[in-house]
């Protein structure tokens, strides 16, 4: 009897999964900055599955990957993606709209919703705008076919269609002429979110967007407005390693160099949008409409991570703070303690702190000769990272494990390496046809009170 038991698809299954991080904002059991924050998880996870995930089906399609997936799969995986993607998105805009700004409203935290700012704030976004934002902006006139324009991945842009004000009479029903240009909102030297002044006790949020579309006739003095929308774009950014042999850090190097303009795996664009609006912007920059996933008004919305909480921690999820392990906190030495018995520790209920202890024991011990430990991803200016450089000033024999292949933490894995390579660290990149997860640390050390033997600590 044939089986007719079927997987189920490895990617519209990751999306059940996505869903169920979204429907934690609707929790309200759960301080409203906690729920805007799985709201950003959500954003975030769906960027990197567009980047990774639907960017490898479309390289099937365009026969730029070879898998066992075939063309006609891809296509069928991709339709059942883009539906699902397009109603989850209406719930995200529908618990952000009806739930979360709710509220914040309760909380007095108003964030501007496509609204002009009012009467008492009007001052203060125009000066914020001349002062901090205008100096940034660098608007790029577009027309049909023109696809000299590149738009960057994860980069926020608004679209904007104008007709000259020398032109706006015109005659019976003769269509005008528009004008279109394309703006990215500057990220780096600007925050999302703009605090506004407070008034009346209630505090006001603004978001950068809304602020620019506040003064678009600033920007174009020339034109009248006839609308202006969001769009954003993602690009294929996995590292595809035909083949892993030779010099494996500089294969990967030119990789990272080319994930910028990788080749389009979707095009996210406000739901408000008129049609023809759309279909110009598609013709512009050569876009398909298999490429498009609908959006709302604010798009990029990872950044809710930073919204500001004007009123504290009140409005937050409390972190329990880690536990503490007695045994370990009497012995004061990790390695006095072990010695007596094997220790179980469990991260993140219990403090982290007593690795970083174990580590930074072994990097001054006189007794210890050797530590070897994986690398996998690594902070920004990690307190394990910096042990182990000192325990190598120190003398110590130290070999790190860098697993290259960390995806979107491969040039931060590189530069780490290099640093530690410079303190005299022993460095091994990544192995061909393997990707390390592992996290694992050997500690190598004699003891003399015990007739120098050899006492591994893992």
């Known amino acids: 009897m044939e089986n007719s038991y079927k997987y189920f698809k490895r990617d519209v299954s990751w999306l059940s999964f996505n869903y169920r991080v979204l429907l934690e904002a609707e929790d309200d059991t759960l301080p409203v900055y906690e729920r805007i924050k799985f709201l950003s998880i959500y954003s975030s996870n769906l960027e990197e599955f567009y980047e990774i995930r639907v960017a490898e089906h479309r390289g099937v399609i365009m026969k730029k990957n070879f898998t066992e997936e ?59 705008f001349n002062e901090e ?89 020339g034109y009248i407005i006839d609308s202006c929308y969001s769009i954003k774009i993602s690009r294929d950014a996995d590292i595809y390693l035909e083949n892993e042999k030779g010099n494996i850090v500089e294969s990967i190097r030119k990789k990272v160099k080319k994930r910028k303009i990788g080749a389009l795996s979707r095009f996210m664009y406000d739901r408000a949008m008129p049609d023809d609006f759309l279909s110009f912007i598609c013709e512009a920059f050569g876009i398909t409409r298999d490429d498009l996933v609908v959006g709302g008004r604010y798009l990029n919305l990872q950044d809710l991570a930073k919204l500001p909480n004007p009123k504290g921690k009140e409005l937050e999820q409390k972190i329990p703070t880690p536990m503490r392990v007695l045994y370990l906190d009497e012995k004061g030495s990790v390695f006095r303690a072990v010695k007596k018995k094997d220790i179980l ?15 930074m024991e072994a990097a001054f011990d006189p007794k210890v000769d050797e530590i070897k430990i994986t690398q996998y991803r690594v902070a920004e200016n990690s307190a394990v990272i910096n042990t182990l450089v000192s325990a190598a000033q120190n003398g110590k024999k130290v070999t790190v494990f860098v ?56």
């Not at 009012?118 to 001052?123: K, Y």
């Not at 780490?416 to 997860?437: C, D, F, N, W």
């Open 345 to 359: 520790l469990h991260f993140p209920y219990q403090s982290f702190d007593y690795l970083i202890r174990f580590l």
């Open 133 to 221: 934002v205008f100096p940034f902006l660098s608007p790029v006139m577009i027309q049909a076919g023109d696809i000299r324009t590149f738009i960057r991945d994860r980069r926020l842009y608004l679209v904007i269609r104008m007709v000259k004000k020398s032109k706006r009479k015109l005659e019976g029903d003769q269509a005008p002429e528009y004008h279109y240009a394309l703006m990215k909102i500057p990220y780096a030297k600007v925050p999302r979110f703009i605090e506004l002044p407070q008034h009346e006790g209630k505090f006001y949020i603004m978001f950068i967007d809304d602020i620019i579309r506040a003064n678009l006739a600033n920007i174009f003095p």
């Open 403 to 458: 697993e290259l292949k960390a995806r979107f933490d491969e040039e931060n894995n590189m530069s780490t390496a290099e640093r530690m390579e410079q303190a005299g660290i022993r460095i091994i990149y990544s192995i061909p046809g393997l990707k390390v997860h592992a996290k694992v640390a050997v500690i190598i050390r004699k003891d003399p009170d015990d007739g120098n033997k050899r006492r591994d600590f893992a």
């Open 70 to 128: 075939s063309g006609d799969e891809a296509e069928e995986v991709l339709t059942e993606i883009t539906n699902e993607v397009n109603r989850q998105q209406r719930e995200y805009y529908r618990i952000f709209s009806e739930k979360i700004l709710p509220e914040l409203n309760r909380q007095n935290i108003y964030l501007y919703q496509g609204s002009e700012p009012e009467p008492f704030h009007e001052e203060f976004v125009h000066n914020f």
